[in-house]
């Protein structure tokens, strides 16, 4: 069975960083692209960040870009997220998950993903 487990999620201060991990088991992960969503109380599911199968391309939401960064270490079948100058806003689970191959241009849409993780929660406080 198919197995996405976040860790490094926490409470912490705006200006604060955090780095979440995603470790994926079975899945090939290698021959998956990446992603972090978050979902704040009383709000939609949305996207944050997503990396190509080989880690070259990523991309960001404008509300995180420049302070986020997604990486992924395909020896470990693990992907990351560094969190930096974290705000208040960034308060949310955050979930990873994996997209089907080949699906590069809906790498903002939660329909593209096929696997999910359960997501860890990150508090920020002003």
């Known amino acids: 069975q198919v197995q996405l487990v976040e860790s490094g999620g926490g409470s912490g201060q705006a200006g604060d960083s955090l780095r979440l991990s995603c470790v994926v088991s079975?899945?090939?992960?290698?021959?998956?692209?990446m992603g972090w969503f978050r979902q704040a109380p009383g709000k939609e599911r949305e996207f944050v960040a997503a990396i190509s199968t080989g880690g070259v391309s990523t991309d960001y939401a404008d509300s995180v870009r420049g302070r986020f960064t997604i990486t992924r270490d395909n020896a470990k079948d693990t992907e990351y997220l560094l969190m930096n100058i974290l705000k208040p806003e960034d308060t949310a689970v955050y979930s990873c998950?994996?997209?089907?191959?080949?699906?590069?241009?809906?790498?903002?849409?939660?329909?593209?993903?096929?696997?999910w993780g359960q997501g860890t929660q990150v508090t920020v406080s002003s």
């Open positions: 998950a994996a997209r089907a191959p080949g699906l590069w241009a809906g790498r903002g849409r939660v329909q593209s993903y096929r696997y």
């Open positions: 079975v899945l090939p992960f290698s021959s998956y692209g």
